[in-house]
């Protein structure tokens, strides 16, 4: 196939994928998955699993658990969502989206075994295999297709009835826990982390991020019933020490079985370090069931290659534009805290869209706090997304929750918000000034194919 056949291809697939049903929507079900597994020949049963669940930092741990994987010699799959540019960035090979002749190719092969399930649930009653179930039955046949040797798999939502649990993670991982997706999963960190604890299967290890009480007591409660070994961050494992470096910052951790000193990391912030924890003490629990030493240089250069698009990520300079796609007030505070220690900016000019579904008050009010005078303009927009909530009603929340009215801008299209924003942020002439874009995942994608991110300029 030539590139542009290719693309379209790809595009084709990804408007089918979306006929089915809207990228929030998720059936709590399993059995439709594991009955497209069975036709399939039980790809998720073809390579050792990774599974990561949790509210914050599940992609930037996954990230790093494959770039560890990768400078161990090992041929990974990573199955992230969502996507910042294209479809086919959920499903990585070695680090890189899959090729898209592959994406077709398989997508092609398993489309009328696809097509039995939907059949068998219409007749049952019941929707069809949604836009996120079929990506990830999709990932799980590419990846034994290829065949990698390790996958790294992120839930969509949850865990318990999530698609991605039709795999059997030998590793669970559980990233920070905080109250996100309240109306699915529940009122509580306790509630939720009962949904994510659905990934530990039995005999597996449990990897988890530091976790409000609640939470930590639900987790070891899940582990201790499914016979699976348990580590928590804190207590055997954490960051010993960081300082920050040029491009990121410098991390000293204490893993499982080792300590190990000056690792530079390329992400910023005390919750990317965090993750790193979470991650180093996975592959530790991966390689040796947490017991036995991993190569220094090796976890350097594992660390030393992670990157995490679209999180604290600078696109431009002159005046600097960071976009993050913190979509949570807990996320908006950790983003918040590492961009004050990362960046001095003289003026800082934030530009945040956010979606339906989310605590829009709250992230204003995590804003709002978190930067006080040093973020005396905000610009209310919104993406492209029906769920985004109208920037007019952004600014009203605003008002309502102490920012200057005269210091709020409305623009309803994001390529005016930016002109206003650098507009702004230049307005010292002291070239100190920044932009922050955030609020949302498809804000921030937006942001970076405007300011062209090499490579991206595809919406699919």
Avoid at 58 to 74: C, F, P, Q, V, Y
Avoid at 92 to 99: E, H, K, N, Q, R
Avoid at 266 to 278: I, K, S
């Amino acid at each position: 196939m030539n590139p542009e056949h290719d693309a379209f291809s790809v595009e084709s697939v990804y408007a089918e994928l979306l006929g089915r049903a809207p990228e929030n929507k998720m059936e709590p079900r399993l059995a439709p998955l594991f009955r497209a597994m069975d036709i399939l020949g039980e790809p998720n049963k073809a390579y050792p699993i990774i599974h990561i669940t949790g509210t914050n930092g599940k992609t930037s741990t996954a990230r790093m658990i494959e770039s560890g994987l990768m400078a161990h010699g090992l041929r990974t799959g990573r199955y992230t969502s969502p996507h910042l540019t294209r479809v086919t960035e959920r499903i990585s090979i070695d680090g890189a989206p899959v090729p898209d002749e592959t994406f077709v190719r398989i997508w092609d092969e398993i489309h009328p075994y696809l097509q039995i399930v939907d059949a068998e649930l219409v007749a049952a009653g019941e929707p069809r295999l949604t836009y996120f179930e079929c990506l990830t039955i999709l990932g799980f046949a590419i990846f034994a297709d290829q065949p990698v040797d390790v996958a790294v798999i992120e839930v969509g939502l949850g865990g318990i009835t999530d698609a991605t649990n039709v795999g059997d993670g030998q590793v669970a991982v559980v990233t920070p826990i905080s109250l996100d997706h309240t109306e699915l999963l529940g009122d509580t960190t306790g509630d939720i982390a009962r949904e994510k604890s659905g990934i530990i299967k039995e005999g597996a290890f449990l990897v988890s991020a530091a976790q409000p009480t609640d939470a930590a007591q639900v987790l070891l409660e899940a582990a201790r019933e499914k016979n699976a070994e348990f580590r928590f961050e804190g207590i055997e494992f954490g960051v010993e020490s960081r300082s920050v470096a040029v491009g990121g910052q410098l991390i000293t951790l204490q893993g499982l079985a080792a300590r190990y000193p000056d690792i530079l990391l390329p992400l910023h912030g005390a919750h990317q370090a965090e993750n790193a924890a979470v991650a180093l003490a996975a592959l530790e629990a991966f390689f040796g069931g947490g017991a036995r030493e991993l190569d220094l240089d090796l976890v350097r250069e594992g660390f030393g290659n992670a990157s995490s698009p679209g999180r604290l990520e600078v696109v431009r300079t002159s005046p600097t534009i960071v976009v993050d796609a913190a979509h949570n007030p807990a996320g908006i505070k950790a983003s918040a805290e590492a961009l004050q220690e990362a960046f001095s900016f003289s003026k800082l000019v934030v530009i945040l869209g956010v979606l339906q579904e989310k605590d829009a008050e709250e992230i204003l009010r995590q804003l709002r706090e978190a930067y006080g005078d040093e973020a005396d303009e905000i610009c209310l927009t919104q993406s492209n997304s029906p769920r985004a909530i109208p920037a007019a009603e952004l600014a009203e929340l605003a008002a309502d929750l102490g920012w200057d009215e005269a210091n709020i801008h409305i623009a309803e299209k994001l390529d005016d918000a930016i002109e206003w924003a650098v507009e702004r942020a230049d307005s010292n002439n002291d070239l100190a000034g920044g932009v922050l874009v955030t609020g949302s995942i498809t804000l921030v994608a937006e942001a970076r194919m405007l300011l062209g991110r090499p490579g991206e300029k595809e919406t699919f």
